[in-house]
Every structure is written in structure tokens, then in C-alpha cells.
Nanobody
Framework: QVQLVESGGGLVQAGDSLRLSCAVS????????MGWFRQAPGKDNDFVSA????????DYANSVKGRFTISRDNAKNTVYLQMNSLKPEDTAVYFCAASPYGYSRRHSAYSYWGQGTQVTVSS
């Protein structure tokens, strides 16, 4: 069973930075595309970013491109989301997810999900 545990969320001011981490159990971490999604109150669970198993390819939602950076350390079974220049509209619960099917922005491609970490950005 694959388990994902996010950490690093918190309350920050607009313009600040945060780094989210997602630790993944299991011995096949490098075989998963890893994604970050977020859900604000009353809104859909939206794609934020994804990184392929080798780390060679990344993708970002337009709303975060240029501000957020996804990375992974396969030796530590961990994926990161560096969030800079945070805005109040970035406020959401952030989820990491693992896909054994390769790169995708679709929720249905991700078989394993973490419990989420709250990010709140005040203006």
C-alpha cells in the first residue's frame, strides 16, 4: 500500500514563500508521476503541477507558472512544491498524489492521495 503524507503548509502573508513536502512510502517511488492539486473552499480540486518519475518533465497550471516549482528526490521518496510570491488566491488545501500511469493532469490518473495540507495566504 502506498501512503502519502504532506507537510509544510501554514499561514503566510502575500508575497511570502512556502515549501510543501510529500513523503511517499513504498519502493517504487521513481515509477510514479507525482502531482500536486489544490482545493479552495467551495471550489473544485484543481491541478497545480506534476513531475514525471525521473524528474525530467514538469508541468504547471497557468495560475502558478513562474511562481511555483515542483521537484523530487527519488532517494528520499519525496516530492516538493516550492511556492514563491504567494497570493491570497493560492489559499487552499494542497494535496499530493501519485500516478502509476504516467503523466497526466486528470484526477482519475492518480491512484494514491495524501490527506492534504492547508495553505493560507493573507493579504
Amino acid at each position: 500500500q502506498v501512503q502519502l503524507v504532506e507537510s509544510g503548509g501554514g499561514l503566510v502573508q502575500a508575497g511570502d514563500s512556502l515549501r510543501l513536502s510529500c513523503a511517499v512510502s513504498g519502493r517504487t517511488f521513481s515509477g510514479y508521476t507525482m502531482g500536486w492539486f489544490r482545493q479552495a473552499p467551495g471550489k473544485d480540486n484543481d491541478f497545480v503541477s506534476a513531475i514525471t518519475g525521473s524528474g525530467g518533465n514538469t508541468d504547471y497550471a497557468n495560475s502558478v507558472k513562474g511562481r511555483f516549482t515542483i521537484s523530487r528526490d527519488n532517494a528520499k521518496n519525496t516530492v516538493y512544491l516550492q511556492m514563491n510570491s504567494l497570493k491570497p488566491e493560492d489559499t487552499a488545501v494542497y494535496f499530493c498524489a501519485a500516478s502509476p500511469y504516467g503523466y497526466s493532469r486528470r484526477h482519475s490518473a492518480y491512484s494514491y492521495w495524501g490527506q492534504g495540507t492547508q495553505v493560507t495566504v493573507s493579504s
